[in-house]
């Protein structure tokens, strides 16, 4: 990618709400709901809600890695999701959901890789972390509508009871690397 940019995609649930989350991570450039790692050549919202797509809703993140590290970006995913349940994020449950790192390059896999044995080896969750690590494969950007969606959307149920937590909790947790 041009100027040392690069592009990492995380499956952590609904995209409207991971997206909530990286709009606001300095270092990031871009973010763009969409959808990966499907069976479909062009999938929509509706073949990959239903479940049988294959694909994975997901952020694709493109960031500049002198201002935030793949680790930082995958430290925040980390909290700002739940890794242990395989196709579920609170009450959005099936494989669209499931929590993936769709990496990009050899070293955004070996910083994942390390991360999640980390994770693992530190007892840090009750459960065995479930997250899927894969290389990028068939992305497609989710339709408009869903493009900024809580920017767009604050005050909508969902989004004040699922994605504004999340917002709040990277707020908390990772002020350092929020944008000013």
Not at 18 to 38: H, I, K, P
Not at 133 to 160: I, T, V, W
């Amino acid at each position: 990618m041009a100027d040392g940019l690069q592009t990492l995609v995380l499956g952590g649930g609904c995209f409207w709400c991971t997206e909530a989350v990286y709009v606001q991570v300095r270092g990031v450039l871009d973010v763009e709901s969409g959808y990966c790692n499907g069976n479909l050549p062009e999938p929509n919202y509706e073949m990959v809600c239903s479940g049988a797509s294959g694909y994975c809703e997901v952020v694709k993140l493109i960031y500049d890695p002198a201002q935030v590290s793949s680790r930082e970006l995958l430290e925040i995913f980390f909290v700002v999701h739940d890794p242990t349940t395989l196709n579920r994020q609170g009450n959005d449950s099936g494989s669209q959901y499931r929590s993936g790192i769709y990496f990009s390059s050899t070293e955004q896999e070996q910083v994942a890789r390390e991360l999640l044995a980390e994770l693992e080896a530190s007892g840090v969750y009750r459960s065995p972390v479930v997250t899927e690590l894969l290389p990028l494969d068939k992305y497609s950007p989710a339709e408009d509508y869903h493009q900024d969606y809580f920017e767009r959307n604050p005050n909508q149920g969902y989004c004040m009871a699922v994605a504004a937590p999340k917002v709040a909790k990277f707020r908390k947790t990772f002020a350092r690397l929020q944008k000013d």
